[in-house]
Structure formats: structure tokens, C-alpha cells
């Protein structure tokens, strides 16, 4: 099993300003992904992270909107780049164990 | 673009009833998983599913995967207001894919 934690666990923020959302995990993981969960939907990959590559991101998503640092093999952080409301959704990462995906529990992002 | 539709989208029901959601694709996946979130939490894994006409049991919970696995089924038996949460089915294939939800509300 994995555990996941996720800091912040909730903002609101002011749009055109960014915020990095910072993911850990209990172990080594190869890879980590980062979803959106817009209000009441279902949940959408924004980007593949390895450790040592530049991430890889779904179609919709840009590393300028979203840029993806992976230092090493138990953390990642994702940033929202100058932020709109339409941003506003909770930001899930995941990693996948043993052919098993676990998930923090979500950072909820407000922007006004 | 691969889709997973799920059914209904919203069920409301009372203590003890039974209930199915439905997960349909036209797309074939190498497994299908189901996740229950629950409000301030992430998606927790229920079952995985792997070979076509599959069935797992897991308590009141029974996940039928499809034969020509495109397709899957859970059916709640004697619901309980503990089950209320969000379902979601997701696709694997090289990465994986979320279906659209079934919101559940079970009521004492």
C-alpha cells in the first residue's frame, strides 16, 4: 500500500496568481500522476510524472498552465500557473503500486 | 477518445434496497477497476477486475466485468447509509481511464 499526503489541503486564491501543490508518499514510487476533479465530475489525468523526465502531459494540458517538479522518487509538486475560476477544482496526485493506483486525499482549489 | 459512461448518474435510495450502477465503454480494456470516494477523501480502490465475465464478490458488493470486458456492473445488495459516495469505474489500458460518476445517497 501506499500512503499519500497532500499539502495544501484547501485554498482560495486570487485569480492571475499561481499555487504549487505539493504531494509526498510513504515509498519510492517510479511513477506519480496528477488529476483534476472538477466540481461534481469525475476525475481527469493532467500529467504522468517520472523522477529524472520531464513530466508527460495529457491532451488539454500544458506544462506552462501546469508545470511538474519531481525531485525524487517520494515526492512531486504540481503548479497551477496564473489561475482563472475555471481552474477551480480539487487537484488529486496518485501513484501505482503493484498494479494498484492509491490517492491522496485532494487539495480543493477556490479562485475568485 | 476513450469514454467510460456510467448509469445512473445520481441514485438516491433508501436502507436496505438494491441498486446497480453500470459501466459501458466502447472501448476494450486490459482491466476495469471500481473506486468509491467519499467527500474530502480520494478515490479508494474497491476491486479490480481482470478476465471477461469475471465476478467478484466483496461483502454486499458484487462487480460483474463484461465478456468482451467493455463493460461492468456493481450491484449493492441491502444498501446501508455507509455506502453513500461517489462510484467510479476506470479503464486500464496505458494509463487509466475514469468513468463519469454515480453519486449515491442512501438514507436511514
New interface residues.
Partial sequence: SAVISQKPSRDICQRGTSLTIQCQVDSQVTMMFWYRQQPGQSLTLIATANQGSEATYESGFVIDKFPISRPNLTFSTLTVSNMSPEDSSIYLCSVDTVGTQYFGPGTRLLVL | TQLLEQSPQFLSIQEGENLTVYCNSSSVFSSL?WYRQEP??????LV?VVTGGEVKKLKRLTFQFGDARKDSSLHITAAQPGDTGLY?C?GATD??I????T?LQVFP
Avoid at chain 2, 98 to 101: A, D, I, L, R, S
Fill in positions: 477497476q474530502g477523501e480520494g478515490p479508494v480502490l479490480t467510479l476506470a494509463k487509466l475514469f468513468g463519469t460518476g453519486r
